[in-house]
């Protein structure tokens, strides 16, 4: 009995020091782990896992992605607990985290031009501003479907609400449920308000258009920017730099975006063909 416990503790060691090997080895042959965090938005799920297959297979990182909302991102990004946020929306949409959060993070440059927020409907909806809601509120049942509670676009869609004094019910959600909703009611052409943004590959899907926003209560075109936590300068340079020369055109992401939903699997995979099949463009952002 006493032999057969022995055996079992040299067992147990051998595998411990074969998992210490194992971690051993991937730390020599990787540059460190980057970890970067997402919310469920098309945009910043494409751009993130792009981001993600350059710094492995062109830059020799590890990349540890986490999709959380947006407050708990902003908090990990500004307590150092995740290195980077590539989806930050600026001057309007996520201001109130910038104001609370902005010591704590540094600004590395835009990703994205001249992105916009809206209430979007199927095009054959015969209103075309957010005015026009109230008058045709049993045509959309009172409800704006919407998206995540934490979205800087639910809040402005509340003050939208408030400002426009529309009787209608905010629904939260995600980007996924939304654009299920809006796809399921196009395929039965029946009228739907969503809360929407562009870059998105809905509008490529389906023909759409933004309501007019009179009292520009949604804001204007934004940049996307993208923001590390302080002190990734210092400990991994490389990693900033490439973050800082990450800019993706409204051609470009939408393709991108595009190549993701259609993929139907995994969205690191869907974005390393994608980057294998434009190196010029891979290369350009290369430090």
Known sequence: MLKKASVLVLAALVLLMGFAGCAGNGD???????????VNWAEGIAMTNLAAAVLEDHMGYEVELTMADAAPVFTSVASGNTDAFLDVWLPVTHQNYIEKYGDDIVDLGVSYENALLGLVVPSYVEINSIEELNENKELFGGEIVGIDAGAGLMMATEKAIEEYE?????????????????GKAIDLENPIVVTGWAPHWKFAKWDLKVLDDPKGILGEAENIHKYSRKGLEEDMPEVTQFLKNFKMTEAELGDLMGAIEEGGGEPLDAARAWMDSHEELINSWLP
């Open 166 to 182: 529309l009787d209608y019910k905010l629904l939260t959600g995600s980007g996924p449920t939304m654009t299920a909703a809006l």
């Open 28 to 38: 020599s042959s990787s540059e460190g782990t980057v970890k970067l965090a997402y």
